[in-house]
């Protein structure tokens, strides 16, 4: 038997108002891909990030490659030759890629080697990452390639990627496992967390299983199906959505023509965007991250006042130029792809969170009923099953999971005319990912327009009644779900797709308009 390459006995880790980890053990042998499996708030994130020298454990001891050691800080854990992609990542917005990257590395090294290196990585592994972009103006997408590049220059032994594909494409999922299976056999372990539980079976060969904050059972998920899985993590299988088939009614979003020129040389131009929604369906947006979502999703939320008013309109209205609250008088409400600074403020607690877009416990001479809202807060927290210390809990003091369920239920509880999603269930367990999507199918059905834009094509084909693909700040024509394959949808993500003659006759030949990146656009 081969000397573990981490032995976690014990641990435990206390806050106030809950035990994240209580008496944990976990082995984790060389070139092992081991999972870590639970629903949020099981206490995944904390157990990392004690490994990783970010957390102080209050009990147990680590062993590393059989020796005791006591990681006091996350630059010894890198000396030990241990690395970390966080869910919520560790970036400075001031900083370009290749100055967050240098921060973690040997400073022997020079930022132009630095940033060699950075591109050779991102040929290697299939990552599109521009070293010279400051991070303020990257996608969640492109800073979760940045944090997997600054994992991997570190040439690690210990690698813990938590919720790593959440934001990638089926193709670069697939590149990114060559490379987690060649790490593997190597000799590098892996600690992976994910609530994709067809990519555990995939990828790990051995799977812890953890719940309010214990080990409820160590197996290997190879052995095992989604079903079976499921049962261990959260006590049963997720509940069925129920499609229901339905006639869409009139034009509630409407955008026409959208062009926008990007606000800063990183950022991506809209040209020509042209869509519908209509009232009671749910129309989708896939895409690689860094494509045009961000500037599309600004300029529908009224974050970006520079369209020509008539080519946003909203219930017919034209809406270009209005703000974000104006729009939400017309019905509009919006759940943003960054959680913590968009989504909530950190240090406010969920029931003054609410303030941020509902008005409900303001009185007419502008007094907060605060009893209504702590009372609103609490039902929001009830419903969607959040796990948190009350309404006053701070957002931040939540799992990203966690905090997510609340933000896509202070929207939906408001029962919009028009929601526009972006990454509903990034980050959420099978059973609460289960939740939202019937949410969303609950409201389509009562005939609210929904826009949904993921990068989970998995998610997009159970809840979307069209989908479009953006690339390059254009926009696909719209493909019934039913006809749609996930094959067809990842072709059209590099930029090629088929636009049918008005005459009858087979498909238009695509043609290529090459750019830098070698893809093309129809």
């Known amino acids: 038997m081969s000397i573990p390459r981490l032995q976690l006995a014990h641990i435990t880790k206390r806050y106030p108002s809950v035990v994240a980890n209580s008496d944990v053990s976990l082995t984790v042998q060389p070139g092992e891909t081991h999972a870590v499996l639970g629903e949020n708030g099981a206490g995944k994130s904390t157990l990392m990030k004690i490994i990783y020298g970010a957390v102080k454990p209050d009990e147990g001891s680590v062993l590393f490659n059989g020796q005791p050691v006591h990681i006091r800080n996350p630059q010894e854990a890198r000396a030990l030759g241990i690395s970390m992609v ?48 400051p991070v303020h103006t990257l996608s969640v997408g492109e800073m979760q390639r940045v944090e997997i590049i600054r994992a991997l220059l570190t040439n690690p032994k210990l690698l813990i990627l938590d919720e790593p594909t959440s934001v990638l494409t089926p193709q670069a999922v697939e590149k990114l496992f060559v490379v987690l299976k060649q790490l593997a056999s190597e000799g590098c372990s892996i600690l992976y ?50 499609h229901h088939e339905r006639q869409p009614g009139e034009v509630v979003l409407g955008v026409n023509g959208l062009t926008l020129a990007r606000e800063d040389q990183f950022g991506v131009d809209l040209d020509g965007i042209t869509l519908q929604v ?35 309109q909203v219930g017919g209205q034209a809406v270009g130029r209005f703000g974000p609250a104006r729009r939400r008088r017309l019905g509009l409400h919006f759940v943003p792809e960054e959680r913590l600074g968009r989504g909530a403020v950190p240090s406010l607690g969920l029931a003054h969170n609410l303030l941020l877009t509902r008005t409900e416990a303001i009185g007419k001479s502008g007094w907060i009923d605060v009893g209504a809202l702590k009372a609103q807060a609490a039902d929001i927290i009830r419903r969607f099953n959040v796990k948190a210390g009350g309404p006053d809990a701070a957002a931040r003091s939540l799992s990203g999971g966690n905090l997510q369920k609340f933000i896509v239920g202070r929207e939906i509880d408001a029962r919009p005319k028009l929601l526009i999603v972006s990454q509903p269930t990034w980050g959420v367990d099978v059973g609460a990912a289960a939740q939202i999507r019937g949410e969303i199918l609950a409201l389509r059905d009562e005939g609210c327009a929904v826009l949904v834009v993921s990068e989970e094509l998995e998610e997009l084909f159970e809840v979307c009644d069209r989908l479009h693909v953006i690339a ?51």
Not at 104 to 127: C, F, M, P, W
Not at 281 to 286: C, F, R, T
Not at 475 to 489: E, F, G, M, Y
């Open 472 to 522: 390059k700040g254009r926009l696909s024509p719209s493909v019934d779900r039913a006809k749609a394959t996930v094959t067809q949808i990842g072709e059209w993500m590099s930029g090629l797709w088929v636009v049918k003659t008005l005459r009858e006759g087979p498909p238009a030949t695509p043609r290529r308009e090459d750019n830098q990146e070698g893809q093309g656009h129809v």
């Open 86 to 133: 966080f869910q919520h990542f560790s970036l400075f917005d001031t900083l370009t890629v290749a100055e967050n990257v240098w921060l973690g590395l040997d400073k022997s090294l020079t930022l132009n080697q630095v940033t060699h290196s950075i591109s050779a990585k991102a040929r290697e592994y299939g990552l599109d990452v521009d070293p010279s972009r």
């Open 278 to 312: 209509r009232s009671g369906e749910v129309v989708g947006i896939a895409g690689v991250s860094g494509n045009g979502q961000r500037e599309l999703l600004y300029a529908l939320s009224g974050e970006d006042r520079r369209a020509a008013p008539e080519s946003i």
């Open 193 to 242: 967390i994910s609530h994709k539980l067809h990519e555990i079976r995939e990828l790990c060969n051995a799977c812890t299983v953890m719940r309010a904050g214990k080990v409820t059972g160590v197996t290997d998920p190879r052995r095992e199906s989604n079903a079976s899985l499921s049962r261990l993590m959260i006590g049963a299988e997720p509940p069925a959505l129920e």
